[in-house]
Each structure stands twice: as C-alpha cells, then as structure tokens.
C-alpha cells in the first residue's frame, strides 16, 4: 500500500525471530512459547510456528453453539482435566450480555467470548496444557470447521521487548544483545527512554468546539498523571452498562500506582508510563479530540487476549447501539492498538477470527482501527496489525464497507525506515517512531540515580521524570501518530459531519479521513 510519509528504508530481513520471553513474565501468567518443533500437530495442518499463550485457558468464541462447548469439555473430562471459567469472568460476561440485550442486540450472547480455565481433575495430578487440549478438540471436530476456528488459545500480546523490543526502552535489548544494529534505540540519547524537559506551548484546545469531537480508544497500559491529560481530555474508568472495562475491571485511572513492580529493589515496569506516551502523541496531533483510555496491559508490557477482546467487543457492542438509536455521542472514531502477538498457524483458515471480529464489526460502522506493526525487525506478520488489507491475507484487499485495519511501521527523524520496525506486504504505512517526545506520568521515579551529585546539583536521573516528558523509540508510537492525524482529519470538518450516527454516513466519514491520512482511496 501507499506509503507517503517518507522514503522506503532498510526492509525487514528476519523472516521469523526468536520469541524470547523472560521467565519471570512466563511465570507470572503461567504461559508457554509454542515450539514448532514438538508441538503436536493435527493431520495435514501444516507448518507451525512459535506464539506466546497461557497454558491453562482457552478462549470459545460466543459464536460457538453448545455442542461445541460440550465436545470441549468431553475432550478436557478424557484428558484428566475440567473447563471453569476463572473467579468473576462469567458474571462479567453475564452483565455485559445483558447489557447488550437491553441496548437491543438480538444475538448478544453471541458478542462475548468465554474465557475457559483448564483445571486438573479432583484426585489427579496434571500439567496443564491449552494446545493439547485444543489441537485434540480439532483432531476430533475437523481442520477448517466453524467450531475448530472459533476456539483458540489465550495469547499474551506484547508492546515490550520480550522479542527484539516493542518498543526499546532503557538499557540494552533482553534477548538479542547489543549486536545488532536495532539495539541502539535501546540507549538513551539514541531513541531509548530518557527524562527530557518541554518548554514550548501545550497543545490549545478549542474550550468549544462545533459538533462532537473525534473520540480515539486507547487500549494501552492507561493514562497516568499529568497536567496536559486533564479529566476534559481523557475520559478514565470506563464502563460498559455496570461493568468497568480493562484489566481486572481497573478501568485505566494510571499505570500500577508509580510504576514500581519491585518493591525491594524500586524496579520500574518495562511498560509504565507506555499508554501515557501514546496519549500525548495523540493530545500533540489533535488536542481537541478526546481519549477514551481503556487500560488491557500491565506496567510488564504483557496483555492477555481476552481482555483486549472483551474491551473490543464491547466497545463495538455500544457502538453498534448508538448508530441503531441515532446517538452519535456513543461514536468511536478511531482505535489506537499498540500490542501484538505472532499467530502460530500461518494459513488462511487458522487465522485468530475471535480477535478479528469485533475488529471488522468495529470498521464496518466507519471506526478506523490503527495497530503498531512491531519492533522485531521482521517481516513476520504480528496480529492484529497484518489483519491489514494484503495479498495473502484474510483480507486481501480493501472493502467499500469496511474502514481497513491500519498497520503502522515506524521512520527516523530523518525518515528512513526505522531499524526496528517489522515491514512487509502487510504494514499499510510508516509514521514517525523513533526519538519522538511526549507525555509521561509525573509520579514515576525509579531506583537509578545520578552519576553525580553534589549539594543541589547532579547529572541526570535517568529514570526520575517529575518533569513529565520523555523520549521513546517504537512503532508502538508510530501507530498513534497516525491516530492523532486521522482524527485531527476528522476535526477539520472535511469528512463530513461528526454529529451524524447514521450507519452510512459514518462509514463514509471513517473512510474519506482514513483516505485523507493514508492516501489509500476507497474501492
């Protein structure tokens, strides 16, 4: 696709990197990298490749009839194990159905996916293991199948460096190493993570404005403290009828209280302060559109499937509700995704459909969704940024009723391409990604200190930002770039009026910015 930021740069070379995981994070949501090399296989399915998920939950898509669900747990019962879901899901997932029925979804059930945990039977002793109970289920149920593909493992997205680095940040890369030339966006004054002071003008925002404003979902590690990310800009704690979206219902008031994830040694989350950065890219480009923050992702940089799911269906849930009652201020313009993960069965027919389809019903009602490409320098596709228009793809082209999903790689300032990003077919264009500067929470201050101190005086802090903003490298920030243009594209009046939920008018909206933005023009 078009690409009309800059000049095209070193392409991706790495066909299929090395998914290198630290066992702390493995640990921490019990989770396995998928190895192709022993993974059991069903038939003729072809070749695998290496993914991240948690070992003791499946996901069965509300699309799935009980029969489907029965077989599952027949397969589970003859391999010594029992599906529950986990404390507290089924009862959200009973509101945010039932939410959906009262805002008139004749199929609402059908809307939510069920998270199944894989628990051993009583009296038995057993390891669990989501892949072999899901590819026994295919084996029985038949490659190809509506049932087979809409069941799937729970995978862990990442906007971490737990590959190469998505994005780099302080310190050298954790997996690779400083040989190769992507790691120097990894040093601070190189692209990595650093304090840096702002002293130019905040963005102005018009205190009206006529119309509605473009509203950009952030689905990211929440918005933290700051004085450009007031209350009037960032709509925080969202809830769907009675239920707060996000991790554990946490909505995404902040990153995890100041970013410390170790308490004994101080050390920051790899990730705190990720959604903060994105916010301000966003608030830079368009300050008079309004964020929504929806918090899926830990300070670690790790976010579980189904939790992105859940927030993605039900924010197509409600914008589904307000075109059919005409309420344009229930409206999502935009969809800010800055996480990823690698898909293990590299065909058509195995492609993630419960993560693809709130995507499309999302698009189909004229939201433009907008997902970071990956750093890992790769040419690997990453999901759900390659459900992209691309030869190849499920979609393999642009649809008249459909705004396409938005794969964004990233450029240098001097807009080359950026030696981290992934590239290929699949990534629609490139934004600026590298030693860009933008918001960060004011409350993060990490164990480091100054090389040098001497009364009031001292070196850098490398990791104190009371000064509320930093430098940042990663196609995680080149995807709200885009955002950020689409929907100051959106504000200027020139797609059509903002204040119109009618399903047709929005979807000409969505399309007439996403062409403005990206230069790709409508079949």
């Known amino acids: 696709m078009n690409e009309p930021n800059g000049p095209q740069g070193v392409r991706a070379q790495s066909e299929d990197p090395v998914l290198g995981v630290a066992p702390e994070i493995l640990a921490r949501y ?18 695998l490749r290496s993914t991240v998920y948690t070992a003791d939950k499946v996901l069965v898509s509300g699309v799935a009839g009980e029969s489907a669900r029965g077989s599952l747990d027949a397969i589970a019962n003859r391999l010594h194990f029992r599906l529950e879901p986990p404390a507290g899901h089924a009862e959200r997932r009973a509101r945010l159905v039932a939410h959906a029925q009262d805002a008139g979804h004749a199929d609402a059930d059908s809307l939510f996916a069920t998270v199944h945990r894989i ?49 780099y940040v302080h310190g050298s890369p954790y997996v690779h190493g400083s040989g190769e030339p992507s790691a120097e966006y990894a040093i601070a ?13 905040r963005p102005t925002r018009q205190l009206k404005v006529n119309g509605r404003r473009p509203l950009v979902a952030v689905l990211d590690t929440g918005v933290g403290q700051h004085p450009w990310l007031t209350k009037d800009v960032v709509r925080r704690g ?36 990720h959604g903060t950065f994105v916010a301000g890219l966003i608030h830079q480009l368009c300050p008079d559109a309004d964020i929504l923050s929806i918090r899926v992702m830990n300070s670690d940089g790790v976010a579980e499937e189904h939790v992105v799911l859940e927030a993605l269906n039900a924010l197509a849930a409600q914008q589904e509700a307000a075109q059919r009652d005409g309420d344009a201020s229930g409206m999502v313009d935009v969809v800010s995704l800055s996480l990823g993960y ?28 907008v997902v970071a490409a990956g750093n890992d320098s790769t040419s690997r596709p990453m999901y759900p940024a390659a459900f992209a228009p691309h030869p190849g793809g499920v979609i393999t082209q642009p649809e008249h009723d459909c705004v396409p999903v938005v794969s964004v790689g990233a450029l240098n300032p001097d807009e080359t391409t950026a030696m981290f990003s992934n590239d290929g077919d699949w990534v629609t264009m490139k934004c600026p990604g590298a030693a860009l500067v933008s918001t960060f929470p004011t409350n993060v201050n990490g164990p480091a200190q100054p090389s040098f101190l001497w009364g009031d005086r001292s070196t850098l802090d490398t990791d104190n930002f009371v000064s509320g903003f930093a430098t940042w490298s ?15 594209h959106l504000m200027s009046g020139t797609c059509g009026s ?26």
């Open 342 to 369: 690698y898909h293990e069965q590299p065909i058509d027919s195995a492609y993630d459909l419960l993560l693809l389809e709130p995507i499309l019903r999302l698009a189909r009602g004229g939201t433009t969704v």
């Open 474 to 488: 990663g196609t995680s920030f080149a995807a709200p770039i885009l955002a950020g243009r689409i929907a100051e």
């Open 189 to 201: 004054g190189l692209g990595g993570l650093a304090p840096v002071n702002w002293v130019g003008h």
């Open 119 to 167: 628990t051993p039977l009583d009296g038995q002793v057993e390891t669990p293991d989501a892949w072999q109970i899901l590819q026994t289920y295919r084996a029985d149920v038949g490659l190809g199948t509506l049932d087979a593909n809409h069941v799937g493992l729970n995978h862990l997205m990442f906007a971490n460096p737990y590959v190469h680095g998505s994005p």
């Open 498 to 523: 903002m204040d119109s939920a009618d399903p047709s008018t929005c979807l000409d909206r969505g399309w007439a910015a996403f062409t403005a933005a990206t230069e790709v023009c409508r079949p």
């Open 30 to 47: 019990n989770a396995r990298i998928l190895d192709p090399a022993d993974a059991a296989k069903v038939g003729d399915q072809g070749r």
């Open 238 to 273: 969202i809830k769907v009828g009675t239920v707060p979206l996000g991790v554990l219902g946490a909505g995404a008031d902040s990153d995890i209280d100041d970013g410390v994830v170790d308490p004994i040694q101080g050390e920051l989350g790899a990730e705190v302060g």
